[in-house]
Protein backbone atom coordinates (compact mmCIF):
# COMPACT_ATOMS: atom_id res chain seq x y z
CA UNK A 1 0.00 0.00 0.00
CA UNK A 2 0.98 3.59 -0.51
CA UNK A 3 0.76 5.97 1.63
CA UNK A 4 0.54 9.67 0.20
CA UNK A 5 -1.53 11.28 -2.78
CA UNK A 6 -1.81 14.43 -4.39
CA UNK A 7 -4.72 16.35 -4.14
CA UNK A 8 -5.58 18.29 -7.53
CA UNK A 9 -6.15 16.47 -10.62
CA UNK A 10 -3.46 15.34 -13.26
CA UNK A 11 -3.28 17.80 -16.31
CA UNK A 12 -3.74 15.13 -18.92
CA UNK A 13 -4.77 15.52 -22.45
CA UNK A 14 -5.80 11.83 -22.28
CA UNK A 15 -8.25 12.56 -19.62
CA UNK A 16 -9.73 15.68 -21.56
CA UNK A 17 -10.20 13.64 -24.47
CA UNK A 18 -11.69 10.97 -22.22
CA UNK A 19 -14.29 13.81 -20.95
CA UNK A 20 -15.14 14.85 -24.82
CA UNK A 21 -15.62 11.57 -26.04
CA UNK A 22 -18.26 11.29 -23.07
CA UNK A 23 -19.70 14.70 -23.34
CA UNK A 24 -20.42 14.08 -27.02
CA UNK A 25 -22.48 10.98 -26.53
CA UNK A 26 -24.02 11.89 -23.17
CA UNK A 27 -24.41 15.56 -24.07
CA UNK A 28 -24.94 16.68 -20.18
CA UNK A 29 -27.09 19.58 -19.00
CA UNK A 30 -25.62 19.53 -15.83
CA UNK A 31 -22.42 18.65 -13.95
CA UNK A 32 -22.04 17.72 -10.30
CA UNK A 33 -18.29 17.89 -8.51
CA UNK A 34 -17.58 16.50 -5.43
CA UNK A 35 -14.45 18.33 -3.82
CA UNK A 36 -14.08 21.43 -5.53
CA UNK A 37 -10.88 22.44 -3.13
CA UNK A 38 -9.52 25.96 -4.93
CA UNK A 39 -12.12 25.02 -8.17
CA UNK A 40 -8.52 25.27 -10.01
CA UNK A 41 -8.13 21.07 -10.75
CA UNK A 42 -11.02 19.23 -12.06
CA UNK A 43 -13.85 22.20 -12.26
CA UNK A 44 -11.40 23.65 -14.76
CA UNK A 45 -12.05 20.89 -16.56
CA UNK A 46 -15.58 20.87 -16.38
CA UNK A 47 -15.78 24.71 -17.27
CA UNK A 48 -13.92 23.88 -20.49
CA UNK A 49 -16.38 20.89 -21.40
CA UNK A 50 -19.27 23.14 -20.44
CA UNK A 51 -18.16 26.13 -22.84
CA UNK A 52 -17.81 23.17 -25.87
CA UNK A 53 -20.47 21.13 -25.50
CA UNK A 54 -23.46 23.67 -23.69
CA UNK A 55 -23.39 22.75 -20.57
CA UNK A 56 -26.04 24.55 -18.73
CA UNK A 57 -24.87 23.98 -15.07
CA UNK A 58 -22.06 22.56 -12.91
CA UNK A 59 -22.79 22.48 -9.09
CA UNK A 60 -19.50 21.82 -6.82
CA UNK A 61 -19.48 20.45 -3.84
CA UNK A 62 -17.41 21.82 -1.04
CA UNK A 63 -17.08 21.01 2.91
CA UNK A 64 -14.59 23.37 4.01
CA UNK A 65 -15.80 26.99 4.51
CA UNK A 66 -12.05 28.62 3.74
CA UNK A 67 -11.98 26.58 0.21
CA UNK A 68 -15.38 27.12 -0.51
CA UNK A 69 -14.37 30.71 0.06
CA UNK A 70 -11.12 30.56 -2.02
CA UNK A 71 -12.96 28.52 -4.88
CA UNK A 72 -15.83 31.35 -5.03
CA UNK A 73 -13.05 33.91 -5.75
CA UNK A 74 -11.75 31.69 -7.77
CA UNK A 75 -14.69 30.78 -9.95
CA UNK A 76 -16.56 34.13 -9.87
CA UNK A 77 -16.55 35.12 -13.47
CA UNK A 78 -17.88 31.50 -14.56
CA UNK A 79 -21.79 32.03 -13.99
CA UNK A 80 -22.39 28.77 -15.10
CA UNK A 81 -20.83 27.68 -11.71
CA UNK A 82 -22.56 27.07 -8.61
CA UNK A 83 -20.38 26.54 -5.63
CA UNK A 84 -22.12 24.24 -2.42
CA UNK A 85 -20.62 24.67 0.71
CA UNK A 86 -20.85 21.48 2.93
CA UNK A 87 -20.56 17.75 3.03
CA UNK A 88 -21.34 15.55 -0.07
CA UNK A 89 -23.09 12.84 1.93
CA UNK A 90 -25.00 12.21 5.59
CA UNK A 91 -22.68 13.35 8.68
CA UNK A 92 -24.33 10.09 10.14
CA UNK A 93 -23.72 8.03 7.06
CA UNK A 94 -20.05 8.77 6.05
CA UNK A 95 -18.84 7.74 10.31
CA UNK A 96 -20.45 4.70 10.03
CA UNK A 97 -19.34 3.61 6.40
CA UNK A 98 -15.44 4.57 7.24
CA UNK A 99 -16.11 2.88 11.16
CA UNK A 100 -17.05 -0.54 9.22
CA UNK A 101 -14.97 -0.31 6.11
CA UNK A 102 -13.64 -3.77 5.42
CA UNK A 103 -10.54 -2.34 2.84
CA UNK A 104 -9.22 0.34 5.78
CA UNK A 105 -10.27 -2.57 8.86
CA UNK A 106 -8.61 -4.97 6.84
CA UNK A 107 -5.70 -3.82 4.17
CA UNK A 108 -6.44 -6.87 1.98
CA UNK A 109 -4.16 -7.66 -0.93
CA UNK A 110 -5.69 -4.92 -3.02
CA UNK A 111 -2.38 -3.97 -5.31
CA UNK A 112 -1.04 -0.43 -5.11
CA UNK A 113 -3.22 1.67 -3.64
CA UNK A 114 -3.00 4.75 -2.08
CA UNK A 115 -4.17 4.70 1.61
CA UNK A 116 -3.71 7.58 3.96
CA UNK A 117 -3.50 7.92 7.49
CA UNK A 118 -1.21 4.34 7.60
CA UNK A 119 -1.45 2.39 10.22
CA UNK A 120 -4.59 3.93 11.33
CA UNK A 121 -6.40 4.68 8.61
CA UNK A 122 -9.98 4.83 10.57
CA UNK A 123 -9.18 7.06 12.84
CA UNK A 124 -7.37 8.89 10.62
CA UNK A 125 -10.26 9.23 8.01
CA UNK A 126 -12.74 9.84 11.21
CA UNK A 127 -10.78 12.77 12.22
CA UNK A 128 -10.66 14.01 8.65
CA UNK A 129 -14.07 13.88 8.74
CA UNK A 130 -14.91 15.43 12.27
CA UNK A 131 -12.41 18.19 11.31
CA UNK A 132 -14.00 18.88 7.66
CA UNK A 133 -17.41 18.68 9.95
CA UNK A 134 -16.71 20.98 12.92
CA UNK A 135 -18.63 23.72 14.27
CA UNK A 136 -20.86 24.86 17.05
CA UNK A 137 -24.02 23.96 15.76
CA UNK A 138 -24.36 27.44 14.08
CA UNK A 139 -24.96 27.82 10.52
CA UNK A 140 -23.05 29.77 10.05
CA UNK A 141 -19.45 27.32 11.13
CA UNK A 142 -21.91 24.03 10.50
CA UNK A 143 -22.11 22.45 7.10
CA UNK A 144 -24.79 21.16 5.91
CA UNK A 145 -24.64 17.29 4.34
CA UNK A 146 -26.41 15.58 2.31
CA UNK A 147 -26.35 17.40 -0.37
CA UNK A 148 -26.00 14.97 -3.42
CA UNK A 149 -29.52 13.57 -2.14
CA UNK A 150 -31.00 16.93 -1.91
CA UNK A 151 -29.56 17.87 -5.27
CA UNK A 152 -29.50 15.38 -7.69
CA UNK A 153 -33.33 14.59 -7.52
CA UNK A 154 -33.91 17.61 -9.05
CA UNK A 155 -31.71 17.08 -12.58
CA UNK A 156 -31.37 13.47 -12.72
CA UNK A 157 -33.23 13.00 -16.17
CA UNK A 158 -31.06 16.05 -17.31
CA UNK A 159 -27.79 13.48 -18.07
CA UNK A 160 -25.93 14.58 -15.10
CA UNK A 161 -22.25 14.17 -15.57
CA UNK A 162 -20.74 13.68 -12.17
CA UNK A 163 -17.13 14.64 -11.28
CA UNK A 164 -16.26 12.37 -7.96
CA UNK A 165 -13.01 13.41 -6.12
CA UNK A 166 -13.66 14.25 -2.31
CA UNK A 167 -12.81 12.73 0.94
CA UNK A 168 -9.99 9.46 0.33
CA UNK A 169 -12.22 7.57 2.93
CA UNK A 170 -15.93 8.54 1.19
CA UNK A 171 -15.24 8.10 -2.26
CA UNK A 172 -17.02 4.37 -2.81
CA UNK A 173 -20.38 6.13 -0.23
CA UNK A 174 -20.62 8.87 -2.52
CA UNK A 175 -20.39 6.23 -5.68
CA UNK A 176 -23.07 4.42 -4.50
CA UNK A 177 -25.64 7.13 -3.41
CA UNK A 178 -24.75 8.75 -6.55
CA UNK A 179 -26.04 5.01 -8.27
CA UNK A 180 -28.69 4.47 -6.18
CA UNK A 181 -30.10 7.58 -6.93
CA UNK A 182 -29.82 7.86 -10.75
CA UNK A 183 -31.33 4.45 -10.65
CA UNK A 184 -32.12 3.68 -14.01
CA UNK A 185 -31.60 6.80 -15.92
CA UNK A 186 -28.15 7.85 -18.28
CA UNK A 187 -25.54 9.64 -16.80
CA UNK A 188 -21.88 10.21 -17.04
CA UNK A 189 -18.97 9.48 -14.30
CA UNK A 190 -15.56 10.57 -13.77
CA UNK A 191 -13.90 8.77 -10.70
CA UNK A 192 -10.90 10.59 -9.49
CA UNK A 193 -8.12 8.62 -7.28
CA UNK A 194 -9.05 5.10 -8.64
CA UNK A 195 -5.58 3.89 -8.04
CA UNK A 196 -6.64 5.08 -4.17
CA UNK A 197 -8.56 3.43 -1.74
CA UNK A 198 -11.56 6.74 -2.15
CA UNK A 199 -12.16 4.72 -6.02
CA UNK A 200 -10.79 2.01 -6.36
CA UNK A 201 -13.90 -0.05 -5.89
CA UNK A 202 -15.94 2.06 -7.44
CA UNK A 203 -13.62 1.64 -10.94
CA UNK A 204 -14.42 -2.23 -10.51
CA UNK A 205 -17.88 -2.02 -9.67
CA UNK A 206 -18.14 0.47 -12.79
CA UNK A 207 -16.15 -2.22 -14.87
CA UNK A 208 -18.73 -4.67 -13.78
CA UNK A 209 -21.87 -3.02 -14.89
CA UNK A 210 -23.30 -4.20 -17.86
CA UNK A 211 -25.22 -0.69 -18.29
CA UNK A 212 -21.78 1.05 -18.20
CA UNK A 213 -18.79 1.48 -20.96
CA UNK A 214 -15.48 2.87 -19.64
CA UNK A 215 -14.46 5.46 -22.50
CA UNK A 216 -11.66 6.00 -20.71
CA UNK A 217 -9.18 5.47 -17.77
CA UNK A 218 -5.38 5.71 -16.62
CA UNK A 219 -4.29 3.80 -12.92
CA UNK A 220 -1.07 5.86 -13.29
CA UNK A 221 -2.95 9.05 -13.28
CA UNK A 222 -5.47 7.27 -11.49
CA UNK A 223 -8.96 8.13 -13.27
CA UNK A 224 -11.48 6.48 -15.11
CA UNK A 225 -14.30 8.08 -17.40
CA UNK A 226 -17.42 6.13 -18.32
CA UNK A 227 -21.08 6.62 -19.87
CA UNK A 228 -23.91 4.59 -17.81
CA UNK A 229 -26.62 3.94 -20.02
CA UNK A 230 -30.26 4.29 -18.98
C1 LIG B 1 -8.75 15.74 -3.49
S1 LIG B 1 -9.39 17.28 -3.01
C2 LIG B 1 -10.23 17.79 -4.47
C3 LIG B 1 -9.33 18.27 -5.54
C4 LIG B 1 -10.04 18.98 -6.67
N1 LIG B 1 -11.09 18.16 -7.24
C5 LIG B 1 -9.02 19.37 -7.71
O1 LIG B 1 -8.88 18.69 -8.75
O2 LIG B 1 -8.35 20.38 -7.47
C6 LIG B 1 -10.71 16.84 -1.99
C7 LIG B 1 -11.56 18.00 -1.51
O3 LIG B 1 -12.79 17.49 -1.05
C8 LIG B 1 -13.18 18.17 0.12
N2 LIG B 1 -14.09 17.23 0.79
C9 LIG B 1 -13.75 16.15 1.54
N3 LIG B 1 -14.85 15.45 1.86
C10 LIG B 1 -15.90 16.09 1.29
C11 LIG B 1 -17.28 15.83 1.21
N4 LIG B 1 -17.80 14.71 1.74
N5 LIG B 1 -18.06 16.70 0.56
C12 LIG B 1 -17.54 17.79 -0.04
N6 LIG B 1 -16.23 18.08 -0.01
C13 LIG B 1 -15.42 17.23 0.62
C14 LIG B 1 -11.88 18.46 0.83
O4 LIG B 1 -12.02 19.54 1.72
C15 LIG B 1 -10.95 18.77 -0.34
O5 LIG B 1 -10.95 20.12 -0.65
Known sequence: MKSATRIQVHDSNELRAALAALAERLLPEVCVETGTHTGLGSTQYLIELAARYFIEKIYTIEVSKTLHETARGNLA???????????????????????????????????????????????????????????????????????????????????????????GGLGLLEFEIVRSLMGEATYGIWLDDVNHVKHYRSMLLVQKDPRAEVLGSNMEEGWLVALCNG
Not at 83 to 109: H, K, M, N
Not at 131 to 143: F, I, L, M, N, Q
Open 77 to 167: QFPAVECLWGLSVDREAARTFIQSDPLLLERGPEPDLYIDFLPDPVGGYLRELDGAVGGDGDSETTPRDGILSEIVPSFSSRRPLFCLDSA
